[in-house]
């Protein structure tokens, strides 16, 4: 693609017309609301310079992957944002599963990625208002990233917000515009505003470029695994973004030649919000099925209508992947059980991920999943509380401690990606990687890694 001198394009992936960054906002002028911009970069270029601007970056952030982000560093937010851990849980059944904390960015929860873009972009762009319409965990992560640096910020908050979340929006210094109704009807409010006053909006139903800050997980998934692609990754969904921004991560490594061959991305559905399972049950593509009124207790993902429904599909479909409804009796059970087997404690839309796995449950001894927390339990103590689930088991038997360890920051561990040696060719560094050891009945552990070298030209997987 003819980049006309640009760093990246965008394509509609509902019309496949083609702009150059100054020529459009954040979403397609001829589809708005039914379309969806996919960012494109030079990826024959950008294998060597990804993995030297990796290399370069001491800090185990986001902004280590800037190659492939469409901002320039100067306008990033101070806030540590992303260099989530990677815990091996120990798994009594078949495979190996691994736990990617998210829930440990700035506000709590993983939009805290595409948050900090937003605001990066906004103030690269001059602009003083940024909105979003949210259920909670846009809105906080919105609001943290704005706070103190001069920009106002606008959430407009359905009524089905969790109280935990909203004090936290407004703890920030964000002035909240309360919608009746749910996400959907924020949503519209949000747009309409936006359009009205020119303000910038950071929904991701809407701008394009959010996926860009929320891939960067998939990037840090692979990285911690030492440049090896889990064979599935589990992931909570609702309004879709989320789960299309990691097949783009994990299809741009596979671009740029990091990587040759993608997870299978498996999504996962509240059984009273599954317009994506229903829309891949049909086959009739990411249009087909018609809105139903939300009915979950998991409000972070209690979406009618997914707004990124077209990336949410093909993240599923083009991976051979699927998607999956747990209730809600399910996913706070799975709070329970992540917390307890884990120490992780998610809140009821990112446990829903754990849920999936548990129901789905049938990895084979020889396969990797990854299980992407993507908020904290602290977000709706009010729903776990309402749930009933704390006073149903307060009387088992307390569960035997199956923590894992968390592996090393990929900051120290050994970068020793299967790159092909018509890429670019990588120097050698040592490294002295430091493991956590979470396991009190495991005793004292320790990480081995070899010198970083470059990989041959035959290179072939293998899961660690």
């Known amino acids: 693609m003819n980049l006309g001198g640009s760093a990246f394009a965008l394509r509609c992936l509902h019309c496949d017309a083609v702009y150059l960054p100054d020529q459009v906002s954040y979403y397609c002028p001829n589809c708005e609301l039914d379309g969806a911009f996919d960012l494109v970069y030079d990826y024959a270029d950008l294998g060597c310079r990804f993995i030297k601007s990796v290399q370069s970056r001491d800090t185990f952030d986001m902004w280590r992957y800037a190659s492939v982000l469409p901002t320039s560093p100067e306008f990033t937010p101070h806030l540590h944002t992303g260099g989530s851990p990677l815990y091996k849980l120990h798994n009594s059944g078949p495979g190996r599963i691994f736990i990617k904390d998210d829930s440990r960015n700035p506000s709590g929860s993983l939009k ?55 004090a936290q929006i407004r703890a920030y210094g964000a002035e909240v515009v309360k919608v009746e109704g749910g996400y959907d009807e924020a949503f519209a409010a949000c747009h309409a505003a936006c359009k009205e006053h020119g303000w910038y909006n950071r929904s991701t139903g809407i701008n394009s470029y959010m996926s860009e800050g929320k891939k960067t997980v998939a990037f840090e998934i692979c990285e911690q695994m030492q440049w090896h692609v889990p064979d599935r990754i589990f992931v909570p969904v609702g309004n879709g973004c989320i789960v ?54 998991a409000s972070s993902i209690s979406v009618a209508l997914p707004r990124d429904r077209i990336k949410a599909l093909r993240a599923v479909e083009a991976t051979g992947g699927e998607f999956i409804v747990v209730n809600d009796t399910q996913i706070f059970q799975a709070i329970l059980d992540l917390a307890r087997s884990g120490g992780v404690f998610a809140e009821p839309g990112a446990a829903a991920a754990y849920a999936g796995l548990r129901q789905w449950s049938t990895l084979s001894s020889d396969e990797t999943a990854v299980v992407l927390v993507t908020g904290s339990g602290l977000k709706d103590i009010g729903g776990l509380l309402d749930s009933g689930i704390l006073d149903a088991t307060s009387k088992s038997k307390p569960r035997e401690s199956s923590r894992g360890e968390e592996l090393p920051s990929a900051s120290r561990a050994v970068l020793n990606p299967p790159i092909r040696r018509h890429l670019c060719a990588v120097p050698r560094i040592s490294v002295t990687p430091t493991a956590l050891d979470l396991d009190a009945s495991a005793g004292s552990s320790s990480a081995h890694f070899s010198e970083l070298a470059e990989a041959p030209a035959n290179t072939h997987h293998t899961m660690l």
């Open 244 to 297: 299309g921004a990691i097949y783009k991560g994990f299809h741009e490594l596979l671009l740029m030649g990091i990587t040759n061959h993608m997870p299978k991305i498996m999504g996962v559905q509240a059984t009273g919000s599954n317009f994506m399972y229903r829309a891949w049950k049909a086959g009739q593509g990411p249009h087909a099925p018609h809105a139903q009124p939300s009915a979950t207790s």
């Open 112 to 166: 805290d990625r595409a948050s900090a873009l937003a605001v990066a972009l906004a103030a690269e762009m001059g602009v003083k208002t940024i909105a979003a319409a949210s259920t909670g965990n846009a809105a906080a992560a919105l609001a943290c990233m704005s706070a103190g640096i001069g920009i106002r910020c606008i959430i407009f908050s359905p009524t089905s917000a969790t109280r935990e979340k909203l």
